[in-house]
């Protein structure tokens, strides 16, 4: 069984940092793509950040220059540093898995879910 479990969530002030933490109990981590997503109240769940397994990133527009994601296939664990927070980025912020699929910023191609960690961000 799957189960991720993010970590690093809080209440931040505009312009702080933030590094998002995701640990995977799953055995073919390396082989998985990774991602975040996040999902604001009233709104969608939205893609935020994906990496690959051999580590090809991709950053959702809003985020660009901000966010960067990463992994340790040693640690079972992917990263999502997050640097001049704004207010719009509070959300519950959701890892995600995909051991399938080829689509690393589309939500449907990911398995599994974390509980999520709420950030939120004043002004």
């Known amino acids: 069984q799957v189960q991720l479990v993010e970590s690093g969530g809080g209440l931040a002030q505009a312009g702080d940092s933030l590094r998002l933490s995701c640990a995977a109990s799953v055995r073919t981590f390396s082989s998985a793509s990774m991602a975040w997503f996040r999902q604001a109240p009233g709104k969608e769940r939205e893609f935020v950040a994906a990496?690959?397994?051999?580590?090809?990133?991709y950053y959702a527009d809003s985020v660009k220059g901000r966010f960067t994601i990463s992994r340790a296939n040693a640690e079972n664990t992917v990263y999502l540093q997050i640097h001049s927070l704004k207010p719009e980025d509070s959300a519950v912020y959701y890892c995600?898995?995909?051991?399938?699929?080829?689509?690393?910023?589309?939500?449907?191609?990911?398995?599994?879910w974390g509980q999520g960690t709420q950030v939120t961000v004043s002004s």
């Open positions: 990496i690959t397994r051999t580590f090809v990133t």
């Open positions: 995600a898995a995909a051991l399938g699929g080829s689509r690393p910023t589309t939500l449907s191609d990911y398995n599994y």
